[in-house]
């Protein structure tokens, strides 16, 4: 037998212990969507030909045998929405788990799929190892720490998504290696401090949520085509701040460096606080920003030639430095 397909067939029960000694020519093994529970047997490895492993949204429970990684045809895996950690083994959780399988997977694996599965501890930095992964799916668990450096090194990656853990520290700048990446989730990164996202081919207007960051202490979004109305946003952040400091007066008073140049940013240009120290070139060439006299910006003049587009910088960096316990 080469291919098993029992998905969304109400099975239930556990799955035999033998199972994977009478499945020596296993290639594709899908049972997902059913209501199978236990554990998930040891001897499937024996099963050494398995290209796809398919058992999300059942009830299987405990820790998924570290032996996967002698799967070496193993090209899609896809452990979601079981019970991976149940209550009964919450003193030996899967922060174990994930760094000894990640490991022994083969470079051949594509696909992996573990959203949802209350994986605990950190992503290790053997991630880096599967270097034909395309997907990386590890959205929705307790992960903590910080995103391995190694992602960048998977170059083959086009979906990688993050979000709905407890990661913190810097988005690495190693991830603007993976050039054929479409599919970047890291939203809930609250605890976020440095962001660099420059020399990219980023458009449309900075999203409001951009601004929640309460403990960002580093932005960089220069080289970029960004645009729309800014000031608001930045007003957001003055107030975020100020809720954890409430000594601090003035909009940003750390601020040390803004360049809006060639953009095609709008809204007034406030002159109070840091802001009164900033020079003309500082928002020189926008589409629609309101100039007070003191500065004199002179309105954005679109050139017909073929240099319009050639000068599209934003450099906008929020240096706060940590005087606040909060911080």
Same mark, same amino acid.
């Given at each position: ?13 556990? &799955? ?7 499945? @020596?020519?296993?290639?594709? &093994?899908?049972? /997902? ?11 499937? #490895?024996?099963?050494? =030909?398995? #290209? ?9 429970? !405990? ?13 899609? +895996? ?22 000894? +399988?990640?490991?022994?997977? /083969? ?20 991630? !880096? ?18 995103? @391995? =450096? ?21 988005? @690495? ?9 479409? /599919?970047?989730?890291? %939203? !809930?990164? $609250? ?21 929640? &960051?309460?403990? #960002?202490?580093?932005?960089? +979004? /220069? ?7 800014? +000031? @608001? ?62 500065? %004199? $910006? ?15 910088? &934003? ?13």
């Amino acid at each position: 037998m080469i291919v098993i397909n029992l998905i969304q067939n109400q099975l239930s029960g556990h &799955l035999p212990s033998t199972m994977g000694c009478t499945l @020596p020519n296993l290639e594709r &093994l899908t049972l /997902s969507h059913n209501k199978l529970s236990g554990t998930i047997p040891n001897s499937i #490895i024996n099963a050494s =030909k398995l #290209i796809t492993l398919n058992l999300g949204y059942n009830y299987f429970s !405990g820790l998924i045998p570290n032996t996967f990684g002698n799967l070496r045809f193993l090209n899609w +895996l896809s452990p979601v929405q079981n019970y991976l950690m149940t209550k009964p083994l919450a003193a030996n959780p899967l922060r174990g788990f994930l760094p000894s +399988l990640v490991s022994n997977f /083969s470079a051949s694996l594509q696909e992996f799929n573990a959203y949802g599965c209350e994986l605990k501890g950190s992503i290790p930095q053997e991630i !880096g190892n599967l270097s034909g992964l395309i997907v990386l799916n590890l959205f929705n668990n307790d992960l903590i720490g910080t995103i @391995p =450096k190694t992602v960048g090194g998977l170059q083959q990656l086009q979906g990688l998504d993050l979000f709905g853990n407890n990661l913190q520290g810097s988005i @690495p700048y190693d991830l603007c290696n993976l050039k054929r990446l479409y /599919s970047l989730l890291l %939203q !809930g990164l $609250v605890s976020l401090r440095e962001l660099y996202l420059d020399s990219n081919k980023l458009s449309s207007s900075i999203p409001s949520s951009f601004w929640n &960051l309460e403990y #960002i202490l580093q932005i960089d +979004l /220069s080289s970029n085509s960004l645009s729309g109305s800014l +000031l @608001p946003h930045i007003q957001k952040l003055k107030q975020q701040s100020l809720r954890k400091n409430s000594q601090v007066i003035g909009a940003l008073p750390h601020l040390k460096q803004l360049n809006l140049s060639y953009n095609r940013l709008e809204g007034e240009i406030p002159i109070k606080g840091p802001f009164r120290n900033f020079s003309t070139q500082s928002c020189f060439g926008n589409y629609a920003l309101g100039s007070p006299p003191i500065l %004199q $910006v002179p309105p954005y003049k679109e050139d017909n030639g073929e240099g319009t587009e050639k000068a599209i910088v &934003l450099v906008l960096k929020y240096i706060l430095p940590r005087l606040y316990p909060s911080y």
